[in-house]
Nanobody, 123 residues
Framework: QVQLVESGGGLVQAGASLTLSCAASGRTFGRYAMAWFRQAPGKEREFVAG????????DYADSVKGRFTISRDYAKNTVILQMNSLKPEDTAVYYC????????????????WGQGTQVTVSS
């Protein structure tokens, strides 16, 4: 199996930046696509950003486009989410996910999930 572990969450003020990391272990990742989702209290889990195996094609939710950047480090089997200009609306638990094929915003199509890391943005 593939295990995913997120890190880098925390409490910051609006306008600040945070960098989230998702480290993969276990089975070789190969061509797996990766994505970040988030879930705020009382809301549905939503897609944040995704990246294909090649790393050259990325997708972002409209709410984070221009502020967040997803990338991957193949040598370390790590996916990064750089979050800038954070807003209180970004407060949520952020989850890393992996799928054998790129699945976009459809959370049900991702096979592996991390346990999540809390991001809290104060006004």
């Amino acid at each position: 199996q593939v295990q995913l572990v997120e890190s880098g969450g925390g409490l910051v003020q609006a306008g600040a930046s945070l960098t989230l990391s998702c480290a993969a272990s276990g089975r070789t990742f190969g061509r797996y696509a990766m994505a970040w989702f988030r879930q705020a209290p009382g809301k549905e889990r939503e897609f944040v950003a995704g990246i294909r195996w090649s790393g050259g094609n990325t997708d972002y939710a409209d709410s984070v486009k221009g502020r967040f950047t997803i990338s991957r480090d193949y040598a370390k089997n790590t996916v990064i989410l750089q979050m800038n200009s954070l807003k209180p609306e970004d407060t949520a638990v952020y989850y890393c996910a992996a799928a054998p094929n790129y699945s976009g915003s459809y959370s049900s199509l991702y096979n592996y999930w991390g346990q999540g890391t809390q991001v809290t943005v104060s006004s």
